[in-house]
């Protein structure tokens, strides 16, 4: 049960675009549609963003959406607010009926 | 309004035993599958455990496996998990989760508990 791995830290100016990259292997992110993606601000519990590697839950702005290419998972967020400005998480499903998480992102808006 | 209220932290002795609980409202509580998932101080998510619907099927992370218990009633509405042999890494926000969709197997986490803190210290 391999952390899945994500960049420590990305940044970006309000109004820009920035992806935050989530990589796994065969047996998670390559293996499975099962990609979901949680933002958390400090103190609170975290909030989905995305599940299924593309879906949106209700009342998730349009500007958050995610993909996924072989064994890279990716958030994208859009025209960058203040409020963005949190940690991201990506996890996985696994072929153990197990779930991983990756180490986390967090994103500073500048 | 869904909405999940975990306890049951404390402070408790490396080696001791802690039982937190989650209770679920506003949902079918019985055809969600539930999972736990925790998070050191300062540190990042990590998946504890989850059940299906019915309670039939249990899964854990290695790192918990034959020490935590979770379990489920579903007449109470309530999620369970039992930690034995507590060791100081176990310190954590605990914190329950529900899947959106899915009865047997958690695959996305769509409403979470506020939290329970567990610290393990002598």
């Known amino acids: 049960q391999s952390a899945l791995t994500q960049p420590a830290s990305v940044s970006g100016s309000p109004g820009q675009s920035i992806t935050i990259s989530c990589t796994g292997s065969?047996?998670?992110?390559?293996?499975?549609?099962?990609v979901s993606w949680y933002q958390q601000h400090p103190g609170k519990a975290p909030r989905l963003m995305i599940y299924?590697?593309?879906n949106r839950p209700s009342g998730v702005s349009t500007r958050f959406s995610g993909s996924k290419s072989a064994y890279t998972a990716s958030l994208t967020i859009s025209g960058l607010q203040a409020e963005d400005e949190a940690d991201y998480y990506c996890s996985s499903y696994t072929g153990s009926s197990t779930l991983v998480f990756g180490g986390g992102t967090k994103l500073t808006v500048l | 309004e869904v909405q999940l209220v975990d306890s049951g932290g404390g402070l408790v002795q490396p080696g001791g035993s802690l039982r937190l609980s989650c209770v679920g409202s506003?949902?079918?509580?019985?055809?969600?599958?539930m999972t736990w998932v925790r998070q050191a101080p300062g540190k990042g998510l990590e998946w504890v455990s989850g059940i299906s619907g019915n309670g039939d099927s249990t899964y854990y992370a290695d790192s918990v496996k034959g020490r935590f218990t979770i379990s489920r009633d579903n007449f109470k509405n309530t999620l369970y998990l039992q930690m034995n042999s507590l060791r100081a890494e176990d310190t954590a926000v605990y914190y329950c989760?529900?899947?959106?969709?899915?009865?047997?197997?958690?695959?996305?986490?769509?409403?979470w508990g506020r939290g329970t803190l567990v610290t393990v210290s002598s």
């Open positions: 506003g949902f079918s509580f019985s055809n969600s599958a």
């Open positions: 989760a529900k899947d959106p969709v899915n009865i047997l197997v958690v695959t996305a986490m769509d409403y």
């Open positions: 299924d590697v593309t």
């Open positions: 065969s047996r998670d992110v390559g293996g499975y549609n099962f």
